[in-house]
């Protein structure tokens, strides 16, 4: 729901509230960006320096994606400038960069006190919510969505008023101006952005600014065969992180720093009951023991002394439930059985027609976790009663919020520098770490730099929830589907990571308070794409005691596995041709049946009988009119070595390609992604303690392991996709599909070799 301006000053006058209507609209901030000797600023989004260098800020969390390359991209195309001189610098923490698409997605997670008045990205009381709460989360592929927009206005000002500066000394008309290169020109003259950014940011921005036509798009027909991996805008990053010279959290050295190693106790509120602190006294280098009521940390000249000091203290844990896997399918299972479901999603008449299904199928997730290279890291300092944390967050602002409340700091005595994230897949929305390094830092008195071993990382990583679904239909003439419904039994895991993130509960709050409640956000990805005229969707709130949270791909990492083999599974029992039998469906979205087709030509598609080895699938993310799609065609078979994926052909929309080499990066790495949930990163659990403690040990794709990759970018008009999360969700079901059709199995638990062939 939207207000307009006067709407909300003659409704406050009206209701003698028009102080609280003022405070509704959107405030104005100071340049956030620091401007350093040389620089001019435009606005919140871009230096000039008298070098010519344009500094762009971005204030999305670079955790491999390429964002840091891509909004200063965004920025270059509108400003004319020279990609050489073009660098990306990390935003600082400030409402001027909300991210308002995502605080509406939200929403439900922080729960505005009227709903109607906050679901919508231009809803002034969201955007006030947004920027009070400086929420610049990154999550859910909304870059582009937010900064796209505001990158473009900021450079386009910044256009104009280098235009109006070199105008004033050419004595000419600024709209006769033009830029590229770095250069504003005009009649075969031409100043350099540098030399005029001075008089340039005295000068005011038009209102609007003016715009280029057309927003930056690379096309198929731009990258010729012959010269493929060619881009005109390389990685800003790329470079350093080559050489090795790129900064991570764990890189971070300030002087007389020490360093901190820890030990959690098992999941869930277990509480540390003893430790042998004489044990640690001979470990040369230890500085101290700082005692949680949770964990139990040494700090030392080294990380390697203290966790040697911290493995010698062999710290012990009081635990009152132990968690384990045997309770946990158990719950599930009792859950799809006998819970009472909640209704989430509907279309036509539901299943109020579907006494007896046709058909009914179970399907079983497990944990899976997130396989991050880098574990968590951060550095704090705290002097004078002024805390600086040094950590790569996804949702900084929350992070600053639960260190002051930690440390019982004011928010204004907490500075974070954002740091890059060497890969999160959204496992950096949580930041335990941050709250446990600003304790130790207090009380070792010096700079602290907290490092999770690998075990702890395991210990403490909120996986992607497990699931147990029955999906059932009736079907109508000719064996397709006439009533659809979806039954999943699971925790309501995006309530809990809200109540983690908004309201800074601890886990076991969150879990307390989500109890019992449908999760539509847990369920994304059910409600077919296909021409289903009735559809139901049902969530079973389940308990399990495993704290779980957010993941790359999110629900559609598992709903797409379910809903693709279910509908191979017709299609077999139906005797029809798997992708005949899609096709037949899809008339309501071109862009989906498309993929499909083009996908089955690049994977040589033979229909997937014949003991080929072939499985297809396809998946929608999003709404029907911006969502973007993919469809992929998996070959695999087993051997002496287990099983082998040998090549995977994906055909995806997104719709306008801004960036095409970081797109296809990104649908690559989702692909590889989603083969290490379909073939392993489950986690099993034991009296509270992960099974798995090493990377090694979660059966992730090695490069001998990985497929080859081919893929048909196709060009569209359509509004531009995210592409980081949407090469995860088909790989589960066209790898399980194209099992079926080599060993005549179908596997309907993921990680797809649980029960083995």
């Given at each position: 729901m939207?207000?307009s301006?006067r709407?909300?000053?003659?409704g406050?006058?009206?209701?003698g509230g028009l102080?609280?209507a003022?405070?509704?609209?959107?405030?104005?901030y100071r340049?956030?960006?620091p401007?350093?000797q040389?620089?001019a600023?435009f606005?919140?989004w871009l230096?000039i320096?008298?070098?010519?260098?344009?500094a762009?800020?971005v204030p999305?969390?670079?955790?491999g994606q390429?964002?840091t390359t891509?909004?200063?991209q965004?920025?270059?195309?509108?400003?004319g400038?020279?990609?050489r001189?073009v660098?990306?610098?990390?935003?600082?923490?400030?409402g001027?960069?909300?991210?308002y698409?995502?605080?509406?997605?939200?929403s439900p997670?922080?729960r505005?006190?009227i709903?109607?008045?906050?679901?919508e990205?231009d809803?002034l009381l969201?955007?006030?919510w947004?920027?009070?709460?400086a929420?610049?989360a990154t999550?859910?592929?909304?870059?582009?969505?937010?900064?796209e927009?505001p990158?473009?206005e900021?450079a386009?000002?910044a256009?104009a008023m280098?235009?109006?500066?070199?105008a004033?000394?050419?004595?000419?008309e600024?709209?006769a101006?033009?830029t590229?290169?770095g250069?504003v020109r005009?009649d075969g003259?031409?100043?350099?952005?540098?030399?005029?950014?001075r008089?340039a940011?005295?000068?005011d921005p038009?209102?609007?600014?003016?715009?280029?036509?057309?927003?930056?798009a690379?096309?198929?027909?731009?990258?010729?065969?012959?010269d493929a991996l060619?881009?005109?805008?390389?990685?800003l990053?790329l470079?350093s992180k080559?050489d090795?010279?790129y900064?991570?959290?764990g890189?971070?050295?300030l002087p007389n720093?020490?360093y901190?190693a820890?030990?959690?106790?098992p999941?869930d509120?277990?509480?540390?009951?003893s430790f042998?602190?004489?044990a640690?006294?001979?470990q040369?280098?230890l500085i101290?023991?700082v005692?949680?009521k949770r964990?139990l940390?040494?700090v030392?000249?080294?990380?390697?002394a203290a966790?040697q000091?911290?493995?010698a203290?062999?710290p012990?844990?009081?635990?009152?439930?132990p968690l384990?896997?045997?309770r946990?399918?158990?719950?599930?299972?009792?859950?799809?059985r006998r819970g009472e479901?909640?209704?989430?999603?509907e279309?036509g008449?539901?299943?109020?027609?579907?006494a007896?299904p046709d058909?009914?199928?179970?399907y079983?997730?497990?944990p899976?976790?997130?396989?991050t290279i880098?574990t968590?890291?951060?550095?704090?300092?705290l002097e004078n009663g002024r805390?600086?944390?040094?950590?790569?967050?996804q949702?900084?602002?929350a992070?600053?919020r639960?260190?002051?409340?930690a440390?019982?700091?004011?928010?204004s005595?907490?500075?974070?520098?954002?740091?890059?994230?060497?890969?999160?897949f959204?496992r950096?929305?949580?930041?335990?770490?941050?709250?446990?390094a600003?304790?130790?830092?207090?009380?070792?008195?010096?700079?602290v730099q907290?490092?999770?071993?690998?075990w702890?990382e395991?210990?403490?990583?909120?996986?992607?929830?497990?699931v147990a679904a029955?999906?059932s239909a009736r079907?109508g003439?000719?064996g397709?589907?006439d009533?659809?419904r979806a039954r999943?039994?699971?925790p309501?895991s995006?309530l809990?990571?809200g109540?983690r993130?908004?309201?800074?509960?601890?886990t076991w709050a969150?879990?307390d308070?989500?109890?019992?409640?449908?999760?539509?956000m847990a369920?994304e990805?059910?409600?077919?794409p296909?021409?289903i005229?009735?559809?139901?969707?049902?969530?079973v709130?389940?308990?399990?005691g495993l704290?779980?949270g957010?993941?790359r791909?999110?629900a559609?990492?598992?709903?797409a596995?379910m809903?693709?083999?279910?509908?191979d599974?017709?299609?077999?029992r139906?005797g029809?041709?798997p992708?005949?039998?899609?096709?037949a469906?899809?008339?309501q979205d071109?862009?989906?049946a498309?993929?499909?087709?083009?996908?089955?030509?690049l994977?040589?598609?033979?229909g997937?009988?014949d003991?080929?080895?072939q499985?297809?699938a396809?998946?929608?993310?999003?709404d029907a009119?911006?969502?973007?799609r993919i469809a992929?065609?998996?070959?695999?078979?087993?051997?002496e070595g287990g099983?082998r994926?040998?090549?995977l052909?994906?055909?995806?929309d997104?719709?306008r390609?801004?960036?095409?080499?970081?797109?296809l990066q990104?649908?690559?790495?989702?692909?590889i992604?989603g083969?290490?949930?379909?073939?392993?990163s489950?986690a099993?659990y034991?009296?509270?303690?992960?099974l798995?403690?090493r990377l090694?040990?979660?059966?992730?794709p090695?490069?001998e392991?990985?497929?080859?990759?081919?893929i048909?970018?196709?060009?569209?008009d359509?509004?531009?996709?995210d592409p980081?999360?949407?090469?995860?969700p088909p790989?589960a079901?066209?790898?399980?599909?194209?099992?079926?059709?080599?060993?005549?199995?179908?596997?309907?638990?993921l990680?797809?070799l649980?029960?083995g062939?």
């Open positions: 939207r207000f301006r709407g909300l000053l003659v406050g006058a009206a209701g102080l609280v003022w405070a509704l609209f959107p405030r104005r340049p956030p960006l401007v350093g040389g620089e600023a606005g919140a230096t320096g008298e070098d010519g260098v344009v762009v800020a999305q969390l670079e955790m390429g964002v891509l909004l200063p965004i920025v270059a195309t509108e400003l400038a020279d990609w001189q660098a990306a610098v990390p935003a600082p923490v400030s001027a960069y909300a991210n698409p995502l605080a509406a997605r939200w997670l922080w505005p006190p709903p109607a008045l906050a679901d990205p809803d969201l955007r006030r947004a920027e009070d709460e929420f610049t999550a859910e592929g909304t870059t582009l969505a937010a900064y927009l990158c473009r900021a386009a000002a256009r280098l235009c109006m500066a070199a004033e000394r050419w004595g000419v600024w709209e101006c033009e590229s290169e250069f005009h003259k031409a100043l350099s952005f540098g030399a005029l950014a008089e940011a005295e000068h038009p209102d609007p600014p003016p715009l280029r036509p057309q927003p930056p690379e096309k198929a027909a731009d990258f010729p065969a012959e060619q881009t005109a805008f390389p990685r990053d470079p080559v090795g010279s900064l991570f959290a890189d971070v050295r720093m020490a901190a820890i030990r959690h106790g999941i509120r277990a509480e540390l009951s042998d602190a004489p640690a006294a001979g040369q280098g101290a023991v005692k949680g964990w940390a040494a030392a000249e080294n990380w390697w966790e000091a911290v493995t203290m062999a012990r844990f009081r635990l009152a439930n384990s896997s045997a946990i399918a158990e719950a599930l299972d009792d859950g799809v479901p909640q209704r989430v999603a279309r008449e539901g299943d109020s027609a579907m007896k058909l009914a199928l179970r079983d997730v497990a899976a976790v997130h396989g880098e968590a890291s951060c550095t704090a300092r805390l600086e944390l040094w950590l790569a967050s949702a900084p602002e992070a600053r639960a260190a002051a409340k440390l019982g700091l004011s928010l005595d907490v500075v974070l520098y954002p740091m890059p994230a060497g890969g999160s959204d950096r929305l949580e930041h335990e770490h941050a709250i446990e600003a304790l130790i830092a207090r009380e070792a008195g010096r700079p907290l490092v999770w071993s690998r702890q395991q210990l403490m990583v909120r996986p992607r929830p497990p029955v999906l079907l003439e000719g397709y589907i009533t659809f999943l039994a699971m309501p995006t809990e990571f109540r993130l908004f309201d800074n509960d601890t969150a879990i308070g989500a109890e019992g409640e449908a999760d539509p369920l990805g059910l409600m077919p296909y021409a005229p009735n559809v139901a969707v049902d969530h709130p389940v308990r399990i704290l779980t957010r993941m791909g999110n559609h990492g598992y709903t596995f809903v693709e083999s279910f509908i599974e017709v299609a077999h139906n029809q041709e992708l005949a039998f899609r096709m469906m899809l008339g071109v862009r989906l498309q993929c499909l087709q083009r996908a089955a030509r994977g040589a598609w033979g997937g009988g003991a080929s080895g499985g297809i396809c998946h929608r993310m999003g009119e911006t969502g973007g992929l065609v998996a070959t695999a078979a087993t051997g099983v994926v040998s090549r052909a994906a055909a995806v997104i719709g390609v801004v960036n095409r080499d970081i797109a990104q649908i690559e790495g989702g692909l992604f083969l290490g949930l379909a073939l392993g489950a099993e034991e009296r509270g303690l992960p798995s403690g090694g040990a979660l059966g992730l090695s490069l392991d990985s497929p080859e990759i081919v048909d970018l196709i060009d569209s359509a509004e531009a996709f980081g999360e949407i090469g995860v790989v079901p066209a790898v399980a599909n194209a099992l079926f059709s080599a060993t005549g199995l179908r596997l309907r638990r990680p797809l649980s029960d062939l």
